[in-house]
């Protein structure tokens, strides 16, 4: 049984990955990432080496909201909430 | 089973109930018809069935669970193909059907299987964004049953689709209801309810009239006669005969025997009819 679950689970992360892949997630935070080191290139030293410790700390929220507000713009966008209601997901999540 | 006893619904911010005190039975095996005009409330009531809208009044049991008290789990047994076919567009057939797969604990259907079963085998590799509004249609009838529930809620399901593709599906679900499984079908559409169901609800206004057998229905509420169209001197004439010994009307017999008959139809009252006369609206 646990092993189901865990089987269900890294499905379930295959096929997230492959939803935000085709939705263009990785392409929209590599842009971002492109504009962090545009920035912190110009920034004059001083200021990038505090830019660059904020930059580290700050990224792993910014990444995370990024993906999840991509997400459920995304499913509000295409309406797979109700249908993602109607299904198990508490259970494999 | 489902039991509904004295439902109530108003959604926040209204003055009225939606809903106004429901009472029914859907039993195992049985097809059960929902039918009633766009506003009527058919929408709310599955809402509520299948645990969307809980803050409801009175009672809801589908399979022998309160509705307000279900979990998550509850859905393993529960499939639901709403009005609207609503999937990843950028994901194709294929992998809209994995993805969903996966929240599942059971084991669910070769998702290949299903695709083949409702004539989309060609097209699972294609990216549903490509889909006609049939072949989504068929995906989310393919979505519901994916998982063997035994409760199947169905929108609306051969809206859309072409007549060759709408008896596959009707066939499917006839095949569902001889596995067993309750079927709870929600239309506007008399001739897929006069079809499939065992017994329709006609629901208007957030209340049912009427529950029976679509078949009693049309007999009870038609006329006992026959029509008989037929030719006579390349002309095209009709009679009409009650079916009460119609085999010793001898002008009936006479028809038959020396006329080029066209058509017999007997004369039992349509669905729609029949909707019309007992809730005073029609179903559009």
């Known amino acids: ?93 | 089973m489902i039991k509904v006893k004295g439902l109530y619904y108003r959604y926040p911010g209204n003055q009225n109930d939606t809903i106004k005190g429901l009472d029914f039975e859907v039993k195992k095996g049985e097809i059960f018809g929902f039918l009633g005009p766009s506003g009527a409330g058919k929408s709310t009531t599955q809402k509520i069935l299948i645990g969307i809208l809980k803050n409801y009044k009175g009672s809801v049991t589908v399979l022998d669970k309160e509705i307000g008290s279900i979990k998550s789990d509850f859905y393993e047994n529960i499939g639901v193909a709403f009005e609207f076919p609503n999937f990843y567009t950028k994901l194709t057939a294929i992998e809209n059907l994995n993805f969903f797969a996966s929240f599942y604990c059971k084991k669910v259907a070769n998702p290949y299987a299903l695709l083949e079963s409702v004539g989309l085998a060609s097209d699972a590799k294609k990216k549903v964004a490509d889909f006609s509004k049939g072949m989504k249609m068929r995906l989310n009838f393919c979505r519901a049953l994916m998982h063997d529930p035994d409760i199947l809620f169905l929108d609306e399901p051969t809206s859309g689709l072409d007549p060759v593709n709408a008896r596959i599906l009707k066939d499917i679900i006839l095949k569902k209801q001889n596995e067993g499984k309750i079927i709870f079908l929600t239309t506007h559409d008399m001739h897929t309810a006069d079809e499939l169901c065992g017994r329709v609800a006609f629901m208007v206004d957030g209340k049912i009239p009427l529950i029976d057998s679509p078949k009693e229905l049309k007999l009870s509420k038609g006329k006992k006669s026959l029509k008989v169209e037929y030719l006579e001197n390349s002309n095209v004439q009709t009679s009409e005969f009650g079916l009460d010994n119609i085999v010793e009307n001898s002008a009936f017999i006479d028809i038959l025997r020396k006329k080029e008959i066209r058509t017999i139809h007997t004369q039992e009252a349509s669905l729609d009819k029949i909707f019309i006369e007992v809730t005073g609206r029609r179903l559009e």
């Open chain 1, 1 to 93: 049984m646990k092993r189901d679950i865990i089987k269900k689970m890294s499905q379930s992360i295959k096929n997230d990955v492959i939803l935000q892949f085709r939705s263009g997630f990785y392409y929209a935070y590599m842009l971002i990432s492109v504009i962090y080191i545009v920035v912190l290139r110009v920034l004059p030293e001083n200021l990038a080496d505090m830019a660059l410790t904020e930059t580290i700390f700050t990224d792993p929220s910014v990444f995370g909201y990024f993906f999840m507000g991509a997400l459920i713009m995304l499913e509000k966008d295409q309406h797979t909430l109700e249908s993602l209601f109607v299904t198990d997901r508490k259970s494999v999540v």
